[in-house]
């Protein structure tokens, strides 16, 4: 018998082996680097848009205010103040109040401020018989110095009133004046009434009607039909409620202030409305007058989510475009700079070049397209609508020379 050699007489099938070419491999890298790319701006448009919506346009209710600040103690000249670095108004120099949850004061700059272990101490100017809360107490600085209404704060008698606006009724603080010029008061994007209260005694002092209005959307006034703030397109129609109420009354000048938002609805009134022609002066402090612009600005100073990376422009505007056609925004419309030929009222435009919510470049960019009739005024290193805290007498002085020279 014949012995085996061991090896299996059956056929082994041929296998052939097949290469991955370079090209294979730059292609698979290339579909892989697109799905992240579309799933990056996809996914961070889609995210992005909705923090636009939600930030920019959304109506919320008013937050509780914070008293994220505590009175270290009291000294001869100056008041110190410990807090986390980034409480509100803890750095921001110039005239504040200094509330608690019952009580108010004033306290005035900086003199000087240091942080160590991530809590800051701060030490502001104590003003002349003005009281200081005890040590230890929590507390707040308010840019709009004083809470409460005009007589409360400012002893100026008042009136509330009703304004008929589309959808119901907006209240309104009417202080009487002893001439036939009013001032209409506009208050910025869920800002309370007492936002004006600032510049409030320079209008009684000229003799002027005081008008400081509510509007559409804000507590206990009918909300837009779309639900959302309108930066002026919608919300013009309230200011001009307010001027045919002044005119009403025999008002024959009228003069009309705007804060941020507040500013893009004087804007949209002073381009579209009916009473603009006896409308002889406007005063905007820190004015929207560019929501995309606004929307820019705050992106610039946000980062991608776990790093430190400044969020890509291409993803801004993936956003915005998303923004716009998920929410219904038009971004032309909302910009007023684009409108300056409409523009023919005498215009003073007050805006700190260290505003971290909206940007200058808008108002500079309309002071140069106009500059015979707009006037805009940047002080250095001030924030967003602070410019009366940074130096009271100066932005008084600054209005006031601008209604003088307009012989209003």
Do not use: C
């Not at 270290?72 to 008041?79: I, K, L, M, T």
């Not at 200094?98 to 401020?113: F, N, Q, R, V």
């Amino acid at each position: 018998m014949a012995r085996s050699s061991g090896r299996s007489s059956i056929p082994q099938p041929f296998v052939q082996k097949r290469s991955i070419g370079p090209w294979k491999i730059v292609l698979w890298i290339g579909l892989a680097v697109l799905f992240l790319v579309l799933a990056f701006f996809g996914w961070g448009g889609w995210y992005y848009s909705n923090e636009i919506n939600s930030q920019v346009f959304e109506v919320h209710p008013p937050e509780a205010p914070e008293f994220d600040i505590t009175l270290d103690r009291g000294e001869a000249e100056a008041v110190v103040l410990r807090a986390d670095p980034d409480a509100t108004n803890l750095t921001e120099d110039g005239l504040f109040g200094l509330l608690t949850e019952s009580d108010a004061t004033l306290i005035d700059g900086i003199i000087s401020a240091e942080t160590s272990g991530g809590v800051s101490t701060v030490r502001r100017s104590r003003i002349p018989d003005e009281p200081i809360p005890a040590p230890g107490s929590a507390v707040r600085l308010d840019a709009f110095v004083w809470p409460g209404d005009p007589q409360t704060a400012l002893g100026l008698a008042f009136e509330e009133i009703e304004l008929e606006i589309e959808g119901g009724q907006a209240g309104a603080w009417y202080l009487e004046g002893t001439s036939d010029t009013w001032m209409i008061f506009v208050h910025g994007k869920g800002a309370p009434r007492n936002e004006a209260l600032r510049l409030l005694p320079l209008a009684v002092e000229r003799g002027y009607h005081s008008l400081i209005i509510d509007y559409r959307n804000d507590p206990g006034a009918p909300r837009d039909p779309s639900g959302t703030y309108q930066y002026g397109l919608t919300e013009w129609n309230d200011v001009a409620a307010a001027a045919r109420y002044a005119k009403t009354a025999g008002g024959q000048d009228i003069i009309v202030v705007g804060y941020s938002m507040g500013g893009s609805n004087v804007m949209s009134y002073l381009l579209q409305s009916p009473l603009r022609n006896q409308t002889v002066a406007a005063i905007l402090d820190s004015p929207v007058l560019d929501v995309e612009a606004s929307v820019d600005h705050g992106a610039e100073q946000e980062t991608l989510p776990l790093t430190s990376i400044s969020l890509p422009q291409s993803l801004i505007s993936t956003a915005k475009w998303l923004a716009g056609w998920r929410f219904d925004v038009d971004w032309d419309a909302l910009n007023y700079v684009d409108r300056w030929r409409d523009l023919h009222t005498p215009t003073l435009i007050i805006q700190g070049t260290a505003d971290d919510s909206v940007p200058v470049e808008p108002a500079a960019e309309l002071s140069r397209i106009r500059p015979d009739i707009v006037t805009l005024v940047a002080p250095p290193g001030v924030g967003h609508v602070l410019a009366w805290n940074a130096d009271p007498e100066g932005y008084e002085s600054l209005v006031n020379a601008f209604l003088d020279d307009l012989g209003v």
